[in-house]
């Protein structure tokens, strides 16, 4: 085989095990990530009903500028 032959034999094989490794690493995790981006959705739509619930008196307003200020107590 001459050099060329064997670098370009190299390379055939470096991109077919890349290929089998990508493959292996989609079936293993697609449909993790389909469950997860699926219950994210849903805990969003939950999240943005209750936001539409609420009314100006079950909160208060307060500025970002303040707000970074605030310190919370440990013990609550």
Request: overall charge positive; hydrophobic content about 30%.
């Amino acid at each position: 085989m001459t050099k060329h032959k064997h670098k370009q034999h190299k390379i055939n094989s470096k991109t077919k095990y890349r290929h089998k490794i990508e493959e292996e690493i989609h079936a293993k995790y697609s449909k993790r990530i389909d469950y997860l981006v699926g219950a994210n959705n849903e805990l969003m739509k939950e999240l943005k009903g209750l936001e539409s619930e609420l009314t100006h008196k079950d909160y208060i307003s307060i500025p970002n500028a303040t707000a970074d200020c605030i310190i919370l107590e440990e013990n609550f």
